[in-house]
């Protein structure tokens, strides 16, 4: 990665579609839900844990600043991105990231009509995470 320390998230967008597609690729795993509530809560628990990966220990009682000086501590930074469309809109989700490196990506939910050659024809949800 080049030797540049960007002061925003969004400057990391250019760099980031190669980390993506290798953390997709090694490390990703689907979650279904049957209902866009279970999957926006399968997101926060997703979130939870790679923030917790990455030295951010959220509880209960955390406010909102209480977890803004913990990730600046630590150096991570979350960006919710859903401005992608079409053949790119699985790249829409929350990135985390640690320093100049993406730790994590949780996709937005995804809705799925499974095929007919599928046992399980039931409509659902997927929420596509990549955790380092």
């Known amino acids: 990665m080049k030797d540049m320390q960007p002061e925003y998230v969004d400057e990391l967008k250019d760099y980031d579609i190669d980390m993506l597609e290798h953390s997709l690729g090694k490390n990703a ?4 839900a049957i209902d866009l509530q279970g999957a926006l809560v399968i997101m926060r628990n997703l979130l939870g844990s790679t923030l917790k990966k990455v ?23 979350v960006e919710h991105r859903m401005d992608y469309r079409f053949d790119d809109t699985w790249r829409n989700g929350l990135y985390v990231y640690k320093g100049m490196d993406l730790a994590g990506f949780i996709s937005e939910p995804l809705r799925k009509q ?11 949800i997927i929420v596509r995470a990549a955790l380092q």
């Open 29 to 32: 795993k689907d979650y279904k």
């Open 55 to 77: 030295g951010v220990q959220i509880s209960k009682d955390s406010t909102s600043e209480d977890v803004d000086a913990k990730m600046k501590r630590n150096n991570v930074k």
């Open 114 to 124: 499974p095929s007919v050659f599928e046992i399980d024809r039931t409509p659902h």
